[in-house]
């Protein structure tokens, strides 16, 4: 009976540049995907207000009066949510029927 012992595996010195290399991989990353995070929550905000806006359109159209975003819940045309924008922003409706961020 024949035994092999050519085993070859990782030495501690190559498993250290394999997590050296991908901690600098994470190091560059991670602050580009966060940078990324936030323009991504700003565009979601800027949807969810265009949207908001044709449903108040639609609201005037069927009611002859400018909604808020309560009664645009209440009579289902927004989600319970709709309020709030991704990145926590308010939205409101103003007198005029336009759909802003408060402050």
Known sequence: MKIVKNEHG???VEML???L??????IITI???MAHNKNIQNKGC?????MV???VVAYE???HQTPTINDLITKGYLPNNSGK???GDEIEIDANGNVIKSN
């Open 10 to 12: 990782f030495t501690l």
């Open 17 to 19: 540049v394999v997590l």
């Open 21 to 26: 290399v991908i901690s600098i991989l994470l």
């Open 31 to 33: 602050p580009n995907v």
């Open 46 to 50: 800027e949807g969810l207000i265009d």
């Open 53 to 55: 806006q044709g449903q």
């Open 61 to 63: 159209m069927e009611f």
């Open 85 to 87: 924008c991704p990145n």
